[in-house]
Structure formats: structure tokens, C-alpha cells
């Protein structure tokens, strides 16, 4: 048994608090990607939508609803992924194991860059008379 003397206390709870903040780093994380989940869906329902405001009503639904479908589904897999990913922290943490990882930052890029160049490419290939709302009368 360990005796107890100030400095092996004092070294606990040092250690005690470094792990409630990374937990708490961990959690604002978390939420960070819930809010980038829940504006991507919304940005999502934005795209879809925006064809009801344009004077006269397209004749067919065109592509956007497929941009702004790809939109809302990015953003419920990453609600899924960073759900995932903080209990895996989580125990990382708990277990003394963690190493900071680069996968997720990447796969995250490259997924925003994808749908960055889909929003790119819709704006400039709608014709002109569909872009009524863009441009002052």
C-alpha cells in the first residue's frame, strides 16, 4: 500500500483534473461537429427550397433537390461519425491511450471540398432565368 503524503495526493489530483479537461475538450468536439452536422442538413433543406422562391416555377424539379439531398445525408453521417468517434476518444482517454489521428480531418475535407465543388457547380450551370433570386430587378 502507498503511503499517503501530500505530494502523492497533490500529484493525483493534478493528474484527476488533467482528465476532466481533456474530457471536456473532447465534449466541445463534439458538439463543434454536431453544429457542422446540423448546418450542413440545414444548408441542405436551403438548396432544395430555394427553387420555390424563383418566378416562374421551373418546369421540372431540376438537380438541386439531388445537391441538398446530398447535403442533409452528409450531415446525418457525420452526426453518426462524431458520435462514434467521441466514445472512442472517451475511452482512449480513460485508458491512457489516446493518439491524436488524422483520418477524420481528411475524410472531413475531402467531403466539405466535395460538396463545396457540387454548390460551385450548381450555381454556375443554373440557367439565367433560374437565377431570379440572385439578381436585382
Same mark, same amino acid.
Request: glycine share 6%.
Given at each position: 500500500?502507498?503511503?499517503?503524503?501530500?505530494?502523492?495526493?497533490?500529484?493525483?489530483?493534478?493528474?484527476?483534473?488533467?482528465?476532466?479537461?481533456?474530457?471536456?475538450?473532447?465534449?466541445?468536439?463534439?458538439?463543434?461537429?454536431?453544429?457542422?452536422?446540423?448546418?450542413?442538413?440545414?444548408?441542405?433543406?436551403?438548396?432544395?427550397?430555394?427553387?420555390?422562391?424563383?418566378?416562374?416555377?421551373?418546369?421540372?424539379?431540376?438537380?438541386?433537390?439531388?445537391?441538398?439531398? !446530398?447535403?442533409?445525408?452528409?450531415?446525418? +453521417? &457525420?452526426? %453518426?461519425?462524431?458520435?462514434?468517434? @467521441? $466514445?472512442?476518444?472517451?475511452?482512449?482517454?480513460?485508458?491512457?491511450?489516446?493518439?491524436?489521428?488524422?483520418?477524420? !480531418?481528411?475524410?472531413?475535407?475531402?467531403? +466539405? &471540398?466535395? %460538396?463545396?465543388?457540387?454548390?460551385? @457547380? $450548381?450555381?454556375?450551370?443554373?440557367?439565367?432565368?433560374?437565377?431570379?433570386?440572385?439578381?436585382?430587378?
Amino acid at each position: 500500500m502507498e503511503p499517503c503524503s501530500l505530494s502523492n495526493i497533490q500529484t493525483k489530483v493534478r493528474e484527476n483534473t488533467s482528465r476532466v479537461r481533456e474530457h471536456l475538450a473532447n465534449e466541445r468536439t463534439y458538439l463543434a461537429w454536431m453544429r457542422t452536422a446540423i448546418a450542413l442538413m440545414g444548408f441542405g433543406v436551403v438548396i432544395v427550397r430555394l427553387r420555390y422562391f424563383q418566378s416562374p416555377q421551373p418546369p421540372s424539379p431540376g438537380n438541386g433537390w439531388k445537391l441538398g439531398l !446530398v447535403f442533409s445525408c452528409v450531415g446525418l +453521417v &457525420t452526426v %453518426l461519425l462524431s458520435t462514434w468517434h @467521441y $466514445f472512442a476518444i472517451r475511452r482512449a482517454i480513460n485508458e491512457d491511450i489516446y493518439e491524436p489521428g488524422d483520418r477524420w !480531418v481528411i475524410l472531413f475535407s475531402l467531403t +466539405v &471540398t466535395l %460538396l463545396g465543388t457540387g454548390v460551385i @457547380y $450548381f450555381v454556375f450551370t443554373a440557367s439565367l432565368n433560374q437565377m431570379n433570386l440572385f439578381l436585382p430587378e
